[in-house]
């Protein structure tokens, strides 16, 4: 108990300290982020929750992390990813995802995403979903995504990446 | 010094204070949550799993891997909760199924084993497999039925310590077991294999399986 309360002080005092020193004029991480091919899986019948999978591209000089996500379509949205353990994979909630500093950080199955638990309504293929991303300084950025069926995600012809949607 | 000066500079000092006891404690004192950790799950084993048959149940009675004897089978173990990984495989599963000629489908059955038989029920199963629109055989059975399965394939399982003890998540290995015509198990093929490197396998076996 003691411990608890001394590791939560501590952490308030540490986190105050950072956010003092780290005071910044602008909160605009979320302009430097593009978000590219976001979806969302449709979700098997009677599945507890779904992921929003997407790729993330930093276009500043400093990593951005990614801290939460929010939406309306379920009761809870979380980061998450996979540990392949030896062929053992275990899905755990993390504190943040990492986009490097003029990198990308991909979200997509098997690996890093966003799962939306408990969904309101079933989420089916034709609808859309929208998710906020809130990055470290508290700037946000809204995606509205596609839903796929698990049946057609793969097999594809042709990459997307091959062919840029933005020409500058 | 007026009182806002003093309430000022009282506040900026217990600030210190409270700032240098928080780092003793932080770099003295070591950190005990790791006594509270699950531990490790079982260990995958690197000895070839022996394979073999079993029979289990799914919403229109038992099936034996015996019963698919003249077929190539693809069994694949996971839960109808599972969040992402067993919807990521046995789509793409589904994804080589459906690529496959007619006669190739004829060839071979795509079983789905539970790990969680307390909530995937034979209905549940079928449910769930339907959805994947690939044949599939959705199986489930007593803890221990299913425990010595998982042990003849070598998969593994387990439940990690969690909150919420109702929609809870297993930790579970995701491999695809290929099983020839005569109920030999030949390979494994790992989580998130593509579609076409499944359907390529497939190939292979129902091509080497047609020359004695």
Known sequence: MIHHL??????????????????????DQAKHIEVSDPFTREMPPGSPATASF????????????LVKASTQVSKKAELHTHINDNGM??????????????????????GNHIMLISPIQPI?????????????DGS?????????????????????DDHSHHHH | MTNTQKTVSIGLSLFGALLLACLFYLF??????????????????????TGGNFTLTALDGQHSLSDFKDKLVLLYFGYTY????CPTDLGNLSMAYQHLTDAEKSNIQILFVTVDPARDTAKRMAEYTQYFNANIIGLTGTEQKIAAVTQKYGAVYLKPE?????????????????????????????????????QNTIRTYLTQDKTP
Do not use: W
């Not at chain 2, 070591?30 to 084993?45: G, L, R, S, V």
């Open chain 1, 6 to 27: 001394k590791t939560t002080t501590c952490a308030l005092t540490l986190g105050l300290v950072t956010a003092l020193s780290s005071t910044q004029l602008f909160a």
């Open chain 2, 162 to 198: 969690q909150e919420n003890k109702e929609n809870y998540t297993v930790d579970h290995s995701a491999f695809i077991y290929v099983i020839d015509k005569n109920g030999q198990l030949q390979t494994q093929l790992p989580h998130a294999i593509s579609p076409q490197q499944i």
């Open chain 2, 82 to 85: 599972c969040p992402d990984i």
């Open chain 1, 54 to 65: 997407m790729t993330l591209k930093n276009s500043s000089d400093h990593a951005i992390k």
């Open chain 1, 89 to 110: 994979m275990q899905m755990r909630e993390v504190p943040f995802f990492e986009i490097p500093a003029h990198g990308q950080t991909q979200l997509q199955p098997g």
């Open chain 2, 28 to 49: 003295i004192e070591p950190t005990k949550d790791t006594e509270k950790n699950p531990p490790p799950p079982q260990a995958i084993t690197s000895e070839k799993p």
């Open chain 1, 124 to 136: 089916q293929a034709g609808k859309t979903v929208s998710v906020t991303l809130t990055f470290e």
């Open chain 1, 140 to 160: 946000s950025k809204n995606v509205t995504m596609p839903v796929k069926s698990v049946m057609n995600m793969g097999m594809k012809n042709g990459n997307h």
